[in-house]
């Protein structure tokens, strides 16, 4: 059974957001809680709007030229969205892990020491090398890699590519950590190993998780949301949704009468 | 309700639904005829009872074959989960209710006596009655998913409870009247005793029956007022 938060730390508030592509609303007015202690899953058909929404908590969507976002979106109370906010300070605070996982052409080591360098979080050589190693240990790599640190980060096997993304976004301190699809191009083995890694990071991260997988939902996060053509439909505690879901469409859905 | 996008999972559902409403209504018929074995005399009738259980026995352990698979192979969520959770509980309690019912029929040709000299043997048919329809609208409502059938069947367990107690106040007294009747009427007791349980069990399918269609267990209830609890 899950471990009940009295209080959630709230970190991401999201209130009465659309997103629009051109003149189509893709997001018709999501608000929702996202906290510390829980690991939150979206899930959903295709289409839904799921890793639009996603996409909206580090304003990924800025750089769609057609996309317009309404509505508010906080962290730690802080409107992201306002002409304030320094775009690239806010990815750093909210990291983001793709589907197919996309080192740099460097190596290892170069993979986790380029953003802390760029983002100036370490002072020396020593310093680099103690975060690179911490941020490799946390992504549950560092034993696999810690003797070839110089080799190039795509030569390794895709789940392992896959944690050093996780690692690379961990090195720069981020406070949330976006996931989209993060196992859907890995092998059983390589998602197990993530989805351990997903509950080894609770707690310390925020993290948030788009998966085409419902069991993977099931066993990852403790807050689950359902989206359909654009609507958060609902949003609870993950056990209810997949033992007693409130809403027909989410019941259809998680039970495969969906279409 | 809408059908699955794999039909072979419908198909399963629907197997495992088929097979409990034989299960039910092999129960049922098992009860109806013990009782009537008892009434009649009719030691062929018992031995049928007897005998056919093994029926019951077989689609128990049928059903917990498919819900293992079902639960393997589809993953089953939401009602679907609950469905299969609540069918793989029924099947273990119809099974006791259907070994009730071969109690009852066992002791039929130990109470091989001119029923007239056994008065109180006159309750039981109904007591019988009682019992048995429960386990048939338990059933019933798994069928139906009618989460308030349910709830109708566990408020009647009072009903059975209250016969329990009759039947056994009026057989002590009879007893001692009849110092000579005492074996039979203490077989009369177990037989009492097995109908009681079976309302028992019908109420305990009734609740599995509530939290399949609904998602919520129900309240912990007064257990009734038997006087002997086993």
């Known amino acids: 059974m899950m471990t009940e938060q009295q209080t959630p730390r709230t970190k991401m508030t999201a209130r009465d957001v659309r997103v629009f592509y051109g003149s189509k609303e893709a997001i018709k007015g999501v608000s929702i809680d996202v906290d510390m202690d829980n690991v939150t899953a979206f899930i959903g058909p295709s289409g839904c709007g799921k890793s639009t929404f996603l996409r909206t908590l580090n304003r990924m969507n800025d750089t769609v030229a057609s996309a317009r976002v309404e509505g508010t979106i906080t962290l730690d109370g802080e409107d992201i969205y306002s002409p304030a906010m320094d775009v690239v300070q806010l990815r750093a605070r909210v990291g983001m892990v793709f589907q197919k996982p996309n080192p740099f052409p460097k190596s290892i080591y170069e993979n986790i020491a380029y953003g802390p360098r760029i983002h100036g979080l370490a002072g020396s050589k020593a310093d680099l090398d103690v975060i690179v190693e911490k941020s490799l240990r946390r992504a549950g790599l560092w034993d696999e890699v810690k003797d070839r640190l110089q080799d190039s980060g795509t030569a390794l096997s895709g789940g392992q590519q896959q944690r050093l993304c996780i690692g690379r976004a961990i090195a720069v301190e981020p406070e949330v950590i976006l996931m989209d699809e993060p196992c859907s191009a890995l092998d059983p083995i390589a998602t197990a190993k993530i989805e351990e890694l997903i509950h080894e990071l609770r707690g310390r991260y925020a993290i948030v998780i788009v998966t085409h997988n419902m069991q993977q939902a099931a066993r990852v996060s403790q807050r689950t949301a359902f989206f359909h053509l654009g609507d958060l439909v609902e949003y609870g505690v993950t056990s209810d949704i997949f033992t007693n879901p409130r809403q027909e469409r989410t019941k259809d859905y998680i039970t495969g009468r969906y279409g | ?230």
Do not use: W
């Not at chain 2, 009730?100 to 009655?129: C, F, H, W």
């Not at chain 2, 109908?195 to 609740?207: C, F, L, Q």
């Open chain 2, 1 to 230: 309700m809408a059908e699955h996008t794999i039909k072979a999972f419908d198909d399963e559902i629907d197997r495992l639904r088929g097979l409990i409403a034989e299960m039910g209504g092999r129960a049922e018929a098992a009860i109806e005829n013990a009782m009537l074995a008892l009434q009649r005399q009719d030691t062929g009738l018992a031995a049928e009872v007897v005998a056919e259980d093994k029926r019951i026995d077989a689609i128990e352990a049928e059903v917990e074959k498919l819900v293992v698979e079902i639960i393997a192979l589809r993953a089953p969520m939401a009602n679907d989960l609950r469905d299969v959770i609540a069918a793989l509980k029924i099947v273990g309690v119809v099974e006791r209710i259907g070994d009730y019912a071969k109690n009852i029929a066992k002791r039929v040709p130990l109470i091989a006596t001119n029923q007239r000299t056994l008065e109180p043997i006159s309750l039981l048919p109904s007591m019988g009655q009682v019992a048995g329809e429960m386990v048939h609208d338990a059933l019933n409502a798994f069928a139906a998913r009618d989460a308030d059938l349910a709830v109708a069947v566990i408020e009647r367990d009072t009903v059975v409870d209250d016969f329990y107690n009759s039947v056994f106040r009026t057989l002590v007294t009879f007893m001692v009247e009849n110092p000579k009747t005492i074996s039979e009427c203490a077989h009369l007791l177990f037989v009492a005793k097995n109908i009681e349980r079976i309302g028992d069990h019908a109420t305990n399918v009734a609740e599995m029956v509530y939290y399949a269609a609904t998602g919520h267990t129900l309240p912990d209830r007064d257990r009734g007022t038997t006087q002997l609890e086993d």
